[in-house]
């Protein structure tokens, strides 16, 4: 594989989605990002509300890292 490839796959998917949950916050601060509105900055064809195991677990990090927390399983994310 040509060296200048393998420099665009090391860490691309995750650095563009971390990049689309940023772009979202900036736009709302205090909504949390969902998979559809990441997915619409990621230019992804529908069912735009879905997200892979990988970037799933990463949008929790993510919001939780900004500031985010859940009542319970299913609830929404919310800044307390």
């Known amino acids: 594989m040509p060296e200048r490839l393998r420099k665009r796959q090391v860490g691309g998917e ?3 989605f971390t990049w689309a949950f940023n ?3 900036r736009r709302e601060p205090n909504k949390a990002p969902s998979p559809t509105a ?3 900055l990621l ?3 529908p069912p735009l509300n ?3 195991g990988r ?3 990463l949008r929790t990090r993510l919001l939780r890292e900004a ?3 859940q009542d319970g399983k299913w ?3 919310h800044r307390p």
Do not use: D
Request: aromatic share 8%; glycine share 4%.
């Open 50 to 52: 879905v997200l892979t």
């Open 75 to 77: 609830s929404r994310w």
């Open 67 to 69: 500031g985010f927390v």
């Open 43 to 45: 230019e992804k064809p």
């Open 55 to 57: 970037k799933s677990v």
């Open 38 to 40: 990441i997915n619409l």
């Open 23 to 25: 772009e979202c916050l």
């Open 14 to 16: 995750e650095a563009r």
